[in-house]
């Protein structure tokens, strides 16, 4: 372990209050802390102190000037969060105002993204683009660019209108509580004195179907298309999310054992709403086609094995376009589309709504109501599409 990288005396002096401190944790990265020192108390007859995790990581063995790159620049980041720290610390106990920090938003929030590690890492980074567009369109000055004294409650108002305006379904809520936690983020930091999204919700279009679906036939259609170099795992995979409308992010951490053979059952918690939900765990009775879908256990395989061990979703994406063209299939086919098709068909083909979203996972039956209504707008079109005649005719 090189000993520069975590030298706690280089990054403090004896005056610095708080200090930036590290713990080695057991993979060998250095997560990164403040202590706070308040002194001597006379009534405890004990010094008190305190710490505060930044959850900011460094690499203990930089082997790439990238990776020293990145020690740089989060090291950075945390002398400026300790410096505003400092100097509020000074203003609450002697009465010194707090200096502008100078640190800009966009770096801090995707370092945030970076470090935390989280499930929904893609969706923060999505949010992060959504608002650096916006901000680039709207206030161009502050392009590359956004300190905390600059954010506006008008100018959130303003980025939620956006979301709404570019986004459907529950897109427009994800995006929007996504965004939202990066603010709370740097609130609890003390980054941002106090959330410019207060008060601030956006309209959710729950009552229409924001993706493309999947007909019965045009699912016959596709699985009965091939070509070369194809991936059977994601074909599989695929299959599986519209024959049980299961995830992306759940069907990519199946494991053997999450599938109990004898009984042809698939139960397994959804990645999605495990912390917040009660109902996250889902249970899907298996037919011989879903079965054999899954393939068998692998002799000597773990319960702890993947079941598809599939590739990023960036390339699970490519493949699926790629896929849905060769099969002449002209929608803007994405994987929570085999879901949204799993769910539409099993309506159209009059199975309970209350079924469907258990089936589903559904903590509510209002999630499960827009796919009715994306029926009732197949009705319509089907009827639509009758061709007219002349009613003096009749």
């Known amino acids: 372990m090189e000993k520069s990288v975590f030298d706690t005396k280089k990054w403090n002096t004896k005056t610095d209050n708080p200090k930036l401190c590290v713990k080695v944790l057991a993979d060998g990265r250095g997560s990164l802390y403040l202590l706070y020192n308040y002194g001597y108390s006379s009534t405890t007859g004990k010094t008190t102190r305190t710490k505060e995790s ?32 400092g100097q509020q610390l000074l203003e609450d106990k002697e009465g010194y105002r707090l200096k502008q920090s100078g640190i800009n938003l966009y770096d801090y929030f995707a370092n945030f993204i970076k470090s935390a590690k989280v499930a929904d890492t893609r969706l923060l980074e999505s949010a992060l683009r959504n608002f650096q567009t916006f901000m680039a369109d709207e206030y161009p000055q502050f392009a ?31 995006y929007w509580q996504r965004f ?41 259609t596709l699985f009965a298309t091939h070509y070369d170099k194809e991936n059977p795992i994601i074909r599989r995979a695929f299959a599986l999310t519209c024959f049980t409308g299961i995830r992306y992010c759940d069907v990519k951490r199946l494991t053997y054992g999450d599938v109990d053979f004898s009984n042809k059952l698939l139960t397994f918690r959804q990645s999605k709403v495990a912390h917040d939900s009660g109902v996250s765990g889902v249970t899907i009775p298996l037919n011989d086609v879903l079965l054999s879908i899954i393939g068998d256990k692998p002799t000597g395989a773990k319960d702890s094995d993947l079941i598809f061990a599939l590739p990023s979703l960036e390339m699970c994406l490519k493949a699926l376009k790629h896929w849905t063209k060769r099969a002449g299939i002209e929608k803007h086919i994405t994987w929570h589309c085999g879901r949204h098709s799993f769910a539409t068909n099993l309506l159209s083909g009059g ?8 089936l589903l996972g559904h903590s509510s039956l209002k999630f499960t109501q827009k796919y009715v209504r994306a029926l009732d707008e197949q009705k319509k079109a089907a009827i639509n599409s009758l061709p007219s005649i002349d009613i003096d005719n009749i």
């Open 351 to 358: 199975a309970n709504i209350k079924v469907v979203s258990d």
């Open 54 to 85: 930044l959850s900011l990581y460094l690499i203990s063995n930089p082997r790439t000037p990238m990776e020293r790159q990145q020690n740089k620049e989060i090291l950075a980041l945390a002398q400026k969060i300790k410096e505003e720290k």
């Open 144 to 174: 590359n660019r956004i300190e905390a004294k600059n954010l506006s409650k008008d100018m959130m108002q303003k980025f939620a209108y956006y979301i709404e305006d570019n986004h459907k379904g529950e897109g427009i809520r994800t």
């Open 180 to 220: 939202k936690r990066l603010i709370n983020y740097a609130v609890e930091q003390k980054v941002i004195k106090k959330s410019p999204c207060i008060g601030i919700k956006v309209r959710v279009t729950n009552d229409i179907l924001g993706k493309d679906i999947l007909s019965k036939e045009e699912i016959q």
